[in-house]
């Protein structure tokens, strides 16, 4: 009796635990399929609302990786804001406009949309949001860490750019070969770091409006605010400097108290203020080139009047952005 009351609850014990794994096991083989199958017509339909009706809208991108490129494994993509003007032509230009610090990418397409309209291109700003990539790994592009160390290249911001590009030219039907793209402060910064980063990005002209800092062509500072640690050859410079950049800075953009204005004695050794730190990099790009010998095809402009403005640079350079390619 002793036997049996010992063994007998102990094989209903055996029996009981061996049923719950098959039931467990097989409920994770319908999840594997429902994820698998879910997150196929989820992708599918994600990648056609590319697709991009006449007029303003914003839709959710999301490609193969999209998992792994966010850093908190978020995977319900990036908001994408856009105006579509009506009638264009399979060659119509694509801008790309990327916002501020403050991450306001609607607003940012609101002030762009008339001269989209204007110019007839197809008009994207990414919301490159804080949950997405906090604080300054907006800025730096998610390409490297501040203290220089290159991430994967897929994790890139400019990366997803490339993408995005491609899913727009093919759901569109668009045979435009290349894009342009425009950011103001904060998204001035990642502009001029696609450049510095990234040269072989399909970008025909880039614009850098109002960045705060810099990452300096300087091969004697380490990032972030140089390139001496990460092993840039002057090959890659060949490629930068060959680049359209137009760097273009507010005249009264002079404040050296501004709120957003970083401070730390790297940021000031760039200058005072905004204006002076833009003055700074494009003299750098220049000394860089010419010690090399390498062309140097950046620009630089002061817009008049301007200080701290998106909409007061946009105004002065849309007319040079979105133009059709012959």
Request: hydrophobic share 40%.
């Amino acid at each position: 009796m002793t036997y049996k009351s010992f063994f007998y609850p102990e094989r209903i014990k055996i029996k009981k635990c061996f049923h719950s794994k098959f039931i467990l096991c097989v409920f994770a083989l319908l999840l594997f399929f429902f994820y698998f199958f879910c997150s196929k017509s989820t992708l599918e339909a994600k990648e056609a609302s590319l697709a991009l009706k006449s007029g303003s809208g914003n839709f959710i991108f999301k490609d193969v990786s999209m998992k792994s490129i966010v850093l908190n494994d978020i995977t319900e993509g990036i908001t994408i804001w856009y105006h579509k003007p009506k009638n264009l032509s399979a060659s119509a230009p694509i801008v790309f406009v990327m916002h501020g610090q403050s991450r306001t990418a609607e607003n940012y397409r609101d002030v762009w949309r008339p001269f989209s309209d204007k110019g007839n291109f197809i008009l994207i700003v990414p919301e490159i949001s804080d949950e997405h990539f906090p604080g300054s790994r907006y800025n730096l592009g998610n390409a490297y860490t501040s203290r220089g160390i290159r991430k994967e290249k897929s994790k890139w911001i400019f990366s997803i750019l490339e993408r995005l590009f491609d899913g727009l030219r093919k759901q569109n039907s668009l045979n435009t070969p290349k894009y342009d793209i425009y950011g103001h402060s904060a998204g001035g910064q990642f502009v001029h770091r696609l450049v510095m980063f990234m040269p072989e990005a399909r970008f025909r002209l880039a614009v850098a409006a109002n960045p705060g800092w810099y990452t300096m062509p300087d091969l004697l500072v380490d990032m972030p605010y140089g390139v001496g640690n990460i092993n840039l050859d002057i090959e890659h410079f060949r490629r930068v400097f060959s680049s359209r950049l137009l760097v273009l800075l507010g005249e009264d953009d002079d404040d050296p108290f501004h709120r957003s204005l970083r401070q730390t004695d790297e940021a000031i050794l760039q200058g005072e203020h905004r204006l002076a730190r833009g003055k700074t990099f494009f003299k750098a790009g220049k000394i860089l080139a010419k010690k090399y010998n390498l062309p140097f095809e950046w620009k630089k402009s002061i817009v008049p009047m301007v200080g701290h403005s998106n909409r007061g640079m946009a105004e002065f350079v849309h007319d040079i952005l979105g133009k059709p390619f012959k």
